[in-house]
C-alpha cells in the first residue's frame, strides 16, 4: 500500500497540528498503522499505532495525554492529532502500515515519505 503523509509545519510550542496519512488502496481498512518520527541525528521512533478497525490503541508512554491517533477506513486516512507542543517535539513524522499495531518499525511493511514538523520555543 502507498502512503502519503501531510499536514507538517512550523508551529509555535504550545500549538496543535493534525497529520494525515491517505492510503492508495481500499485495503487499508485491514492494515493496523502506525506513527514513526525521527528528529535529526536520532532514531527513528515510536509514536502511535492503531489497529485496523480503529478500537484500540497504543502511545509512546512520554505523548500520552497530548498525541491522538484516529483512523477514517471510509477515507483510507489515519491521523495524528499533536497538542501541547515542544520542540523536542520537532521531527520528520512517517506513517506506516502493517499486520499489527506495534511500536517496532521493522514490522511495518509499508511507509509514507515523511512529513516535517517544526515547534519553535
Known amino acids: 500500500v502507498q502512503l502519503q503523509a501531510s499536514g507538517g509545519g512550523l508551529v509555535q510550542a504550545g500549538g496543535s497540528l493534525r497529520l494525515s496519512c491517505a492510503a492508495s488502496e481500499r485495503t487499508f481498512s485491514s492494515y493496523a498503522m502506525g506513527w514513526f518520527r525521527q528528529a535529526p541525528g536520532k532514531e527513528r521512533e515510536f509514536v502511535a499505532a492503531i489497529n485496523w478497525r480503529g478500537s484500540n490503541t497504543y502511545y509512546a508512554d512520554s505523548l500520552k495525554g497530548r498525541f491522538t491517533i484516529s483512523r477514517d477506513n471510509a477515507k483510507n486516512t489515519v491521523y495524528l492529532q499533536m497538542n501541547s507542543l515542544k520542540p523536542q517535539d520537532t521531527a520528520v513524522y512517517y506513517c506506516?502500515?502493517?499486520?499489527?499495531?506495534?511500536?517496532?518499525?521493522?514490522?511495518?511493511?509499508?511507509w509514507g515519505q515523511g512529513t516535517l514538523v517544526t515547534v519553535s520555543s
Open positions: 506506516a502500515a502493517g499486520p499489527s499495531a506495534v511500536g517496532i518499525p521493522r514490522l511495518y511493511k509499508s
